[in-house]
């Protein structure tokens, strides 16, 4: 039976806002939908699909959510692969109105990927010859991956006789046509190796994907050309090992591996920077957080998890070795993030309302969540002048909640700056000051 990766299960309880995190409305109907898959396209744009977090057994859910103007409003829908057994394996999304999903019998394989160009009111099967074979040689689909709204790929499990080969397509045309990546540019998996549904990542033009040997595919040129990578575990989500695999661009990324159960086993932080090639001396990881993702580009990580009966989520600017803070006391699945200062984490429906949350912290990329730190900013909240006191101040740049930056200006350094703020619309901003050592630090202010 086809196995997905095994992650630690989260189930909707209570939970309370918090500063760092503004609580959205997924518009899901259904107490305890859960979101998972978060995709975020742009600050504006953002999909993710739902999943029954209510209980132990959860029933197969064929939903998805998207918001087109920062997480204002929600609008669900139903992704309709035309039967209600097959299972999402994930979803990837070019725009507000083109995505696409991929989906599998998990008991018996097939499956494949469909695509919507309407912003999810219809979903039309694409290749539709591929994962189709039945019997003792049935291909099982794992993933669809598009890197931009024209070149794509999809990822399944080897067929044929023998040791047979994984079946990889890859698209130039947004899914109208597909082509079989041949066999001598995919290495040869070993007998009885398969993927997963699940634990595949992609960053740039790279692509990885996991198997149960321990093995790391990889792509850097959007599916034509592979290499088989080794990693210091055996399995990616077997019952007493696994791990899952994160990247922040081509090179860099980490491994958090996992020896024992997910729920009392322990963890071993590996790191990489050459795309998976070689990894460092794993060191242990006692963090609570594993929930994870990048901030693209960067070596920040944002978490969440549970350490004992209280929830968190966290931050770190190493790669995983040290951590800060960011809350706590509140349940939060998956998460995802665009830049330093916008991103989103998964919930749970309670009552029809919630269900996912819009970090609205400071960046990042600073040092410290205070505000009284080494900027001041004054009047807060402000009308049509806003001045700013620190040391060799050399750039500032003013946000909106959604993410985009409404404001930047660059100065030959000074300790006090004074800025026109008359033309912003009321409401709340962050500002981010950076002084001449390149040292920055965000501000929350009011625009009245």
């Known amino acids: ?176 046509s597909w082509t079989a990546v041949p066999a001598a540019s995919l290495p040869n998996p070993a007998t009885g190796e398969y993927g997963y549904n699940g634990g595949n990542v992609g960053a740039g033009n790279s692509f990885w994907f996991v198997t149960n040997k321990g093995k790391l595919y990889r792509t850097t040129d959007q599916g034509i050309t592979w290499t088989k990578l080794n990693t210091p575990i055996t399995d990616f989500s077997a019952t007493n090992v696994g791990g899952q695999i994160f990247f922040s661009d081509n090179n860099n990324g980490i491994l958090l591996a996992r020896t024992g159960n997910t729920t009392t086993g322990t963890y071993t932080l590996y790191k990489t920077s050459d795309g998976g090639t070689t990894w460092g001396t794993g060191t242990p990881y006692t963090q609570p957080y594993r929930s994870l993702a990048y901030v693209p580009g960067t070596s920040i990580l944002v978490g969440t998890g549970l350490n004992g009966t209280t929830y968190s989520s966290a931050k770190s600017q190493d790669n995983g070795t040290t951590w800060t803070p960011i809350d706590t006391g509140t349940q939060r699945t998956s998460v995802s993030f665009l830049n330093a200062t916008t991103g989103w984490a998964g919930g749970f429906t309670s009552d029809g309302t919630g269900g996912i949350f819009k970090y609205t912290g400071a960046s990042l990329g600073t040092n410290d969540f205070a505000l009284d730190s080494s900027f001041k900013i004054f009047p807060n909240p402000a009308n049509g002048e806003l001045n700013l006191r620190g040391s060799a101040i050399s750039e500032i740049a003013i946000y909106n909640l959604l993410g985009k930056q409404v404001l930047n200006q660059k100065f030959a350094t000074q300790d006090q700056v004074s800025l026109n703020v008359s033309g912003l619309e009321t409401g709340i901003y962050l500002l981010t000051a950076t002084n001449e050592t390149g040292a920055s630090q965000t501000i929350k202010f009011v625009k009245n």
Not at 9 to 17: G, R, T
């Open 1 to 176: 039976m086809k196995k997905t990766l095994l992650l630690t299960v989260a189930f909707a309880l209570n939970y309370s806002a918090n500063a760092q995190w503004t609580a959205q409305n997924t518009n899901f109907t259904a107490d305890s939908r859960g979101v998972e898959d978060i995709k975020i396209v742009d600050a504006n744009t953002v999909w993710a699909l739902g999943y029954d977090g209510s209980s132990t057994t959860p029933a197969n859910v064929q939903e998805f959510t998207k918001t087109t103007n920062g997480g204002t409003t929600w609008t669900t829908g139903t992704v309709n692969v035309s039967n209600t057994g097959l299972t999402l394996t994930n979803i990837s999304a070019a725009s507000s109105t083109v995505a696409w999903v991929g989906a599998v019998d998990a008991a018996n394989g097939g499956g494949g990927v469909w695509k919507t160009s309407d912003g999810g009111a219809t979903w039309t099967k694409q290749n539709t010859s591929a994962y189709s074979t039945t019997g003792s040689l049935a291909s099982y689909f794992n993933v669809v991956h598009f890197f931009d709204a024209n070149n794509g790929l999809t990822q399944g499990d080897p067929i044929g006789t023998g040791v047979g080969e994984f079946e990889v397509y890859r698209t130039t045309n947004g899914g109208t």
